[in-house]
């Protein structure tokens, strides 16, 4: 059976970091491209950054360049997304994405407030 599972959100104040997990199973997400997207209250969801089959990361979204970082690790099938310097527009549930599939995890919430 096919799943994505986050986790890793929470509460944190601007400047703080999270890293936000993505453990899959029914599939090896070193075979895949993955990425993370983000849905913010009122707002679309947005592509963040991808990771290709090969490892290699894609199309960090402008807003968190320099501050996140997509990573994967292939023998507890999980990717993950190092979010450092968060600020309050950071604020949104994450998913992450087998891309060939279309297929979503359920979301995490990230919540950046004093």
């Known amino acids: 059976q096919v799943q994505l599972v986050e986790s890793g959100g929470g509460l944190v104040q601007p400047g703080g970091s999270l890293r936000l997990s993505c453990a899959a199973s029914?599939?090896?997400?070193?075979?895949?491209?993955m990425s993370w997207h983000r849905q913010a209250p009122g707002k679309e969801r947005e592509s963040v950054v991808g990771?290709?089959?090969?490892?290699?990361?894609?199309n960090y979204a402008d807003s968190v360049k320099g501050r996140f970082t997509i990573s994967r690790d292939n023998a507890k099938n999980t990717v993950y997304l190092q979010m450092n310097s968060l600020k309050p527009e950071d604020t949104a549930v994450y998913y992450c994405?087998?891309?060939?599939?279309?297929?979503w995890g359920q979301g995490t919430q990230v919540t950046v407030s004093s």
């Open positions: 994405r087998w891309d060939s599939q279309s297929f």
């Open positions: 029914g599939f090896l997400v070193s075979r895949y491209s």
């Open positions: 990771i290709t089959r090969y490892g290699i990361s894609t």
